[in-house]
């Protein structure tokens, strides 16, 4: 609940922040470290520096957002709390995967492994997929697919999923059939786009249906 309420306070900030320099808002990163350094638990600091570092990465300002990250971290290890060092290591996976990806990789194995270790079924099947998109991207199509196969059995695994992972799931089935595809196992590849189209009935859109049809 907390994190939620810090989140939408967050929003509306960045609202504001839009509308500024790269220029103001590296003058104004000082100031606003302070405030939430001052948030009353550790955990909220964390959230709160976490997705603060993500916004200044996301403006073009890298010092700024390292150096947030370092703290951050810093309190996800001051806590010792495995959970909150999974997902800095997602988040920050997610942060550097479009220009950075050989940085990326290793925080991704690194958050596979923790939310493993947790049993945190829906994270881990978000991880593996979001890093075996990484790997489609950079087109290790063999590594690709080994890990969309891990997210499908892990997504498999969860009980009355939330849409959001009922969406991320067909995705998944998706991008496999295209791994499957590229290492040219076209009939496997044609039953996985089946399968995702399924997966399609009663969920959502149209747009999914024709993009499915169309690989």
Known sequence: RDSV?????????KKRWNNRTTKELAQLNEPILSRLRELNTAKKQFHALLRYSTYLHSRGLPVESSRSLREAWKLAENI???????HFSLEVGNMFRAKMPSVALPYYEEAERLYAELNQLPNLGTTLYEYASLLYQNHD????????QAADSVFRLIRNPT????????????????????????????????????MTIGVDDNLWKGLITGN
């Not at 010792?80 to 999974?86: D, E, I, M, S, V």
């Open 80 to 86: 010792n709390n495995p959970f909150l060092k999974a």
């Open 5 to 13: 309420e810090l989140y939408e306070q967050l929003r509306s900030l």
């Open 141 to 148: 199509f063999q590594g690709s697919l080994i890990k969309m």
């Open 163 to 198: 849409l959001s992972i009922q969406q991320l799931h067909r995705s998944a089935l998706n991008t496999t059939g295209l791994a499957l595809f590229k290492l040219n196992r076209n009939r496997e590849a044609l039953t996985m786009f089946d399968t995702a189209l399924a």
